[in-house]
């Protein structure tokens, strides 16, 4: 599975967007990038994923850029409760999908 | 949808005993279910992927006779930690992966059990 980098920590005010950044430049062709976030003592949240185009779902949007080597998740109006560690991973679809976590970004969202 | 939950949610044992852990996928059946283990201020490990009806796959380093994993139903899958020690004391997550629909491949999490050997 292809390594990722994020930032260690980011912060954003209340009520704005928060773009989280991930690089992922030895990505290959089949592998999906899967957003999830953990807030403190609970288990990871599944976010979005997707493999070339971008996707928004109710929580959050995905933009790939078109080389596919790095990615921004966007929390289009951050709140409070979206204080959390926001894991990117890079990973194979199908029954070998293996998810490796990285050490992900503490987004600290302020009132 | 996709809910995955966890019992229990925390467990105190005496070092020596042996503590079983469960995962269920309320809403899906789950061919495929995983197991992390996860230390203070770490990520998360994966420990073993679990296979419905066959044996699981330990990663590199885990012990399998240690942690013994079963996943005899499509909605449910076990890890005992036996002869538990000090150094067991975690966080054990599990998540189950959803075969069908839009958001197949994808894994969903259970909330964890918190346990401490003392």
């Known amino acids: 599975d292809a390594k990722t980098t994020q930032p260690p920590s980011m912060d954003c005010a209340e009520g704005r967007a928060a773009n989280l950044p991930c690089n992922h430049s030895t990505i290959s062709g089949n592998e999906y990038v899967y957003w999830y976030r953990q807030i403190h003592s609970q288990g990871p949240q599944y976010i979005i994923h997707?493999?070339?185009n971008n996707e928004t779902n109710e929580m959050a949007s995905l933009i790939i850029t078109e080389d596919r080597k790095s990615s921004t998740l966007i929390l289009p109006h951050a709140t409070l409760r979206d204080t959390a560690v926001y894991y990117c991973?890079?990973?194979?679809?199908?029954?070998?999908?293996?998810?490796?976590f990285g050490t992900g970004t503490l987004l600290a969202v302020q009132p | 949808g996709a809910v995955v939950s966890q019992h229990p949610s925390w467990v105190i044992c005496k070092s020596g005993t042996s503590v079983k852990i469960e995962c269920r996928s309320l809403d899906f059946q789950a061919t495929t279910m995983f197991w992390y283990r996860q230390f203070p201020k770490q990520s998360l490990m994966l420990m073993a992927t679990?296979?419905?009806?066959?044996?699981?796959?330990?990663e590199q380093g885990v012990e399998k006779d240690k942690f013994l994993i079963n996943h005899a139903s499509l909605t449910l899958s076990t890890l005992t930690v036996t002869s538990a020690h000090p150094e067991d004391s975690s966080f054990y997550i599990c998540?189950?992966?959803?075969?069908?629909?839009?958001?197949?491949?994808?894994?969903?999490f259970g909330p964890g059990t918190r346990l401490t050997v003392l």
């Open positions: 997707g493999l070339k």
């Open positions: 679990s296979n419905e009806g066959s044996k699981a796959t330990y």
């Open positions: 991973i890079a990973a194979f679809g199908g029954a070998t999908n293996k998810l490796i």
């Open positions: 998540s189950a992966r959803e075969t069908s629909g839009r958001q197949a491949d994808t894994q969903y």
